[in-house]
């Protein structure tokens, strides 16, 4: 009985030291892990997209609105800039401004007076242009609900992981926009186009901008989450130009577009500018109408939103330490080869060594261990963790087999028939 | 066993042995059953990895057991294995010969053993280690228990056959015949079957698929699923792989739409199949000749064959020298066989190595190899029959209704 009540006695010791020892080191784990997991300015704030895309409309078209085209290419060279590729930008144009007879530098979009910054260029892609340019067909796009026949570059291929930064201009007024003369959309087709976005996964977040006359209405009926909105002007103002240029003849940028643009060329790929920084150059007395943002869609702070979550296709690289040294058996008896000292750690590619790798004819055991490293790595990264019994239990399989064929051949044998 | 035709078999087994082991350059032989597949299997069973995932391997998981447990390979063991098979085979040859001829030595047993060791469409892909040769050391060995009697082992062997390839179950049927009939040559003397040895068939069929449940279970214990049944039995019906080879389907499927691929397939394995049951019962009074028929038919029309098929097929013309006079063109192809023999690596390098040909060069090369194959085989099957007829006097002549 006594023997039985100290037996007990040490398993409940046992098991307290048991669960201590887990829970010291939970909480030594907790904070390592922590730190991984909030490397990157911590999870409230850091932006969990992993691709970004732009849809830049283009909606109006006649020479006189040599403006808006000039808009969406101004953007479009923007996005590209910083990042965002080809395959990834949807750019639909009403109208063809370079290309027109009226155009008196055929080829060429420009964007500010005197021409200094050429946006046409000759590395442009036009998805949507002309009379494709339709509200349908951008509603399409939105919603991903195409015919089979649409080719890829036409499509909005983005998934639950992608920003998305819309872009309309043209001509616009209360809760509608003009497409090509003849149609119009409005606030609550892109509302629902948005939710239907949003219901297929179809985006991670939004950016939608518009500059037209009265564009902060065009949001205005938006229900969507992680959709953030802005505008160049409010319910009865309407949106100016910026500046004519005497030779084309036509205004070539609208004010709200152009000191966007003019922001967006002091930000670069590794910008930390945020969209914050962004809205709080607005200014009345520049755009001379109320530029709006709606955020309460969106969930993330603006100001620890960057610029280039929406405007740039930034990816982020994680470096990992590299393993530990693998010593033992295989290591040849001579590690020192022309890389002189003891190497601890050889990655495949190292920068302090990589001078010495070009200027100097490494001897054949130095390479061969090195080789055997990257093998090491290579062959740990591949197959993982084996696992011991699986293993035991195929080698017992395969000799069970055999064995029993075996047996087989020996009866039949001795049967001798 | 004749104490004088060691020293030959000993030497042409010696001098296989040296070309193994000697550091030639073996070129490609266009198969299905190639080593390199055989130790990649054995490499990814060693490392838990599944071989039958996705047509990786199209062995049976018994040579993958039996090659990671018993009998491992490597560059010593790996040419004296199929060393030791080809001389199996060989003298297993040598003893179907003898037991044709009810005999226990004769003086032909060298060049029987001979005509197998030295016949290059054998010792090419033994060279390359292809586990074709014990595809054609198993089927010998089935052959020569049968015509010794010794049916259950015949059975099993066969079985084992079964396992490595399932298109040749079509050969039990001949081999039962076999062992109710027997070897002895009786080409110049047909007889009809007679019908109370009909009766013997079922206990043998039986037995035959007990063995090969026994062996299919050991084989399932050991890839410890049941996909390496698509992936190894139903290879050769299914046809996964169009990587070209010696046969005439590849080229065929390769061209062919998707709507009429389960078709054809049907078609051509079934064309396999009606050979047997004519052949049987024309040649039923000599089923060992009905079966080295069958091997030809095979070795032309299988699905995906290997050069040591068409070897088995010319070398075990050794067997049967009574038909050697009433043969009408074997300078043709036995001329056929030297043309395509040397046009199959030409084209195949020319188009897959070179790149100046195309694959019509090696399929026309492929074709010329079946018209060779066919052409022994239409040549021995009128022969077959025609040694019935015997001599004739100087005006008669044989004609064919």
């Not at chain 1, 080809?86 to 639909?92: A, E, G, P, R």
């Not at chain 1, 577009?257 to 922001?263: G, R």
Request: net charge negative; hydrophobic share 45%.
């Amino acid at each position: 009985m006594r023997t039985q009540s100290v037996a007990l006695g040490y398993y409940i010791v046992a098991i307290a030291l048991l669960l201590a020892l887990s829970a010291v080191a939970g909480a030594q784990l907790a904070g390592p892990v922590e730190d991984f997991f909030a490397q990157h300015g911590g999870s409230a704030s850091a932006s969990a997209h992993t691709n970004n895309w732009a849809v830049l409309v283009c909606a109006s078209r006649y020479w006189f609105n040599y403006r808006h085209m000039a808009n969406a290419l101004g953007m479009y060279r923007t996005v590209k800039r910083l990042g965002i590729p080809d395959s990834n930008i949807i750019l639909m144009l009403a109208d063809d401004a370079a290309c027109n007879a009226r155009n008196k530098f055929p080829g060429c979009v420009y964007a500010n007076q005197g021409r200094h910054l050429d946006l046409y260029g000759d590395n442009i892609e036009v998805d949507y242009r002309g009379y494709e340019v339709t509200v349908e067909n951008f509603l399409r796009v939105l919603t991903g609900r195409m015919d089979a026949s649409v080719p890829r570059s036409k499509r909005l291929l983005t998934d639950d992981r992608s920003n998305v930064f819309v872009y309309m201009t043209g001509h616009g007024g209360n809760e509608f926009l003009k497409f090509q003369d003849n149609e119009e959309i409005s606030a609550f087709d892109i509302a629902d186009a948005l939710e239907q976005m949003w219901q297929k996964r179809r985006y991670h977040e939004i950016l939608f901008m518009v500059d037209t006359c009265q564009a902060n209405t065009m949001f205005s009926k938006f229900y969507s989450p992680n959709v953030l909105a802005t505008g160049s002007s409010e319910l009865g103002e309407s949106s100016y130009s910026h500046e004519n240029d005497y030779d084309i003849g036509v205004a070539v940028i609208d004010k709200f577009t152009h000191y966007i643009l003019q922001f967006m060329e002091g930000i670069n790929k590794t910008s930390q500018a945020s969209m914050q920084d962004l809205f709080n150059t607005y200014d009345y007395k520049k755009f001379e109408s109320h530029a709006g943002v709606r955020a309460d869609l969106f969930r993330r702070p603006l100001d620890r939103t960057l610029v280039t979550d929406f405007f740039g296709g930034v990816a982020q690289a994680e470096i990992l330490p590299f393993p530990p040294d693998e010593s033992g058996p295989e290591r040849s008896p001579e590690p020192k080869g022309a890389l002189g000292h003891d190497e601890h750690a050889v990655g495949v590619v190292s920068p302090a060594r990589s001078s010495n790798f070009n200027d100097t004819v490494l001897s054949g055991d130095a390479r061969a261990l090195q080789q055997r490293q990257f093998d090491t790595l290579i062959a740990a990264a591949a197959v993982g963790h084996p696992d011991a019994w699986a293993d035991a239990t195929r080698k017992l399989r395969a000799w069970a087999s055999t064995f029993l064929v075996l047996v087989l051949v020996g009866w039949v044998g001795m049967r001798g028939k | 066993m004749d104490f004088s035709q060691v020293p030959v078999f000993s030497a042409l087994v010696a001098a296989r042995l040296c070309l193994a082991l000697s550091p030639l350059p073996v070129d490609q032989v266009y198969k299905l059953a190639n080593s390199p597949a055989v130790q990649e299997g054995v490499y990814l069973l060693q490392h838990g990895l599944d071989p039958y995932y996705e047509g990786a391997v199209r062995h049976s998981p018994l040579l993958l057991s039996l090659f990671s447990t018993v009998l491992p390979l490597t560059t010593l063991t790996a040419p004296l294995l199929w060393t030791a098979c080809d001389a199996v085979s060989a003298w297993a040859l040598v003893n179907i010969w003898r037991a044709r001829l009810n005999v226990s030595h004769s003086s032909r047993d060298a060049l029987v053993a001979a005509s197998y060791l030295l016949n290059p469409y054998i010792v090419m892909p033994s060279l390359a280690l292809s586990t074709s040769s014990y595809e054609n050391a198993l089927c010998l060995l089935a052959l020569l228990f049968a015509c010794r009697g010794q049916r259950s082992m015949s059975l099993l062997t066969f079985a084992f056959l079964v396992q490595l390839s399932l298109s040749t179950v079509h050969l039990v049927i001949p081999l039962m015949l076999l062992i109710v009939t027997g070897p002895v040559s009786r080409l110049a003397s047909p007889q009809p079957l007679d019908t109370d040895k009909i009766k013997l068939l079922p206990p043998l069929a039986a037995e035959f698929i007990l063995y090969s449940l026994f062996l299919t279970l050991a084989a399932t214990i050991s890839s410890g699923s049941c996909a390496w049944i698509e992936q190894s039995w139903m290879a050769p019906f299914l046809l996964p792989d169009l990587t070209p080879n010696t046969g005439l389907w590849w080229y065929y499927f390769t061209e062919m739409f998707d709507h009429f691929r389960p078709f054809f397939l049907m078609v051509f394995s079934v064309h396999l199949f009606i050979y047997v049951i004519p052949i049987c019962l024309k040649f039923q009074h000599d089923i060992l000749y009905g079966w080295y028929l069958l091997l030809g038919v095979f070795a032309t029309f299988k699905s995906y064959p290997t050069l040591s098929d068409p070897g088995l097929f010319i070398s075990m013309i050794s067997v049967f020298p009574e038909v050697f006079p009433y043969l009408s063109y074997s300078v043709i192809t036995g001329l056929l066989h030297l043309h395509a023999s040397l046009l199959l690596p030409l084209f195949h390098s020319l188009w897959l190595t070179q790149g100046t040909g195309n694959a019509n060069f090696f399929y026309a090369s492929t074709l010329v190899f079946g018209m060779a194959n066919g052409g022994v085989l239409l040549d021995s099957i009128r022969a077959g029959l025609r040694i019935a007829m015997g001599e004739l006097k100087y005006d008669h002549d044989v004609v064919q209704e």
